[in-house]
């Protein structure tokens, strides 16, 4: 199961539109909206504390975001509007859930050990990063690891390879690749027979040309 995080709110009760969005955005504030299967809670959250904690926010995380005056909603932050020059996120979406119902999210595929086959001077590559699944909110992990150590050269690790905790459903076929293991191809120097025969072709197809003249 994921940690849960904590995050502080107020509830926004007035000043809605662009430009309350402005003057909060202006006072370090963010705003932000509640999804759920009630009505829409517009909530404002403190900017430098969503700044810090941000970065452990995944997909897959579960909030407890504490409102005040009004009781803890669990959530997720579904997604968030950022201004990449001004670098401030300027609007939160958060998905509350709801205890004893199944949740559908992503979740973060983390591969562990040293293969093999890169001891062997093989590369790893690694075609799946995230995986579909759904449980309920308390059975839910941080993420979904592969112990990819007896990975050898021009092997493949599937999705049916992973530890999938129990009570995860899952959302993708359990033969697809999650990563494998190859020699990278090297790039073969011209020689010089090579470069030789190629200006004979060339001097072939020419004379060739002239006498269709």
Known sequence: MSE???LNAKLRTEDFGSAGSRRLLRKGEIPGVVYGKDAPIHVIVNA???AAKRSGFGESTLISLNVAGEKSHDVFVKSFQEDLLKGIVRHIDFFEVTAGQA???NVHIELTGNPIGVRNGGVCEQLIHEIEIECLPSQLPEVITGDISALDV???FRVNQLSIPEG???FI???ETVASIKYVKEDVPETAESTDAAAADGAAAGADTT???
């Open 4 to 6: 849960k995080k904590v």
């Open 48 to 50: 430098r504390e969503f």
């Open 103 to 105: 949740v559908r999210t």
């Open 154 to 156: 021009n092997e493949s």
């Open 168 to 170: 995860i459903r899952i």
């Open 173 to 175: 076929d359990p033969e």
């Open 211 to 213: 006498a269709s003249k």
